[in-house]
């Protein structure tokens, strides 16, 4: 079971070389700003009903995880929201811990507790599930849960162009 949340509005990739990340574009002219991020250099990931799933970055490519369940050293398992919680409390003294979820390219894979960079979890991943994206950044009213609201860095119209200049030339 993966902890997801519905919003509508509209998906930019930029930073391609690496990991795509994304920026989250919500609220009244969702659309127009998606559109000049897009005329910039971006690709437009989705628009429209957007699915966001929970994440963890990991040190090494594929740089990014959505995690469903841990099987922690002692051999108990934890599933849904509350494996955010166990990574906070338990991966570095259990780093063995086997951690089952979808791997970057969308398929079932387990990695390791150890591979997960907590300090930097969770993440929100937007896309589908065969081309996850990091969603870095959030611009407009898009009415999220907690958990979701803290892992995303807030842009205003002020601070858009900055990461525009980020986006490479098409």
């Known amino acids: ?15 391609l070389e690496l990991l795509t990340k994304g920026i989250l574009v919500a609220g009244p002219g969702f659309a127009e700003v998606a559109a000049r991020l897009v005329q910039d250099g971006g690709r437009l990931i989705q628009q429209g009903s957007l699915t966001l799933r929970l994440g963890v970055l990991l040190y090494a490519a594929p740089y990014l995880f959505v995690p469903q ?7 108990q398992t934890f599933t849904g929201e509350i494996v955010f919680d166990w990574f906070r409390a338990n991966a570095y003294t259990m780093p063995r811990a086997e951690v089952f979820g979808l791997n970057a390219a969308g398929q079932a894979d387990m990695i390791f507790a150890r591979d997960v960079d907590v300090e930097s979890s969770p993440i929100v991943v937007g896309g589908d599930d065969a081309s996850p994206v990091y969603v870095a950044f959030v611009h407009g009213e898009a009415p999220l849960s907690p958990r979701f609201a803290k892992a995303l860095r807030r842009l205003s119209a002020e601070q858009l162009p900055e990461v525009q200049q980020r986006i490479p030339s098409a």
């Open 69 to 75: 369940s841990i099987v922690d050293e002692v051999g």
């Open 1 to 15: 079971m993966r902890f997801t949340y519905q919003v509508d509005g509209a998906l930019v990739g930029y930073d």
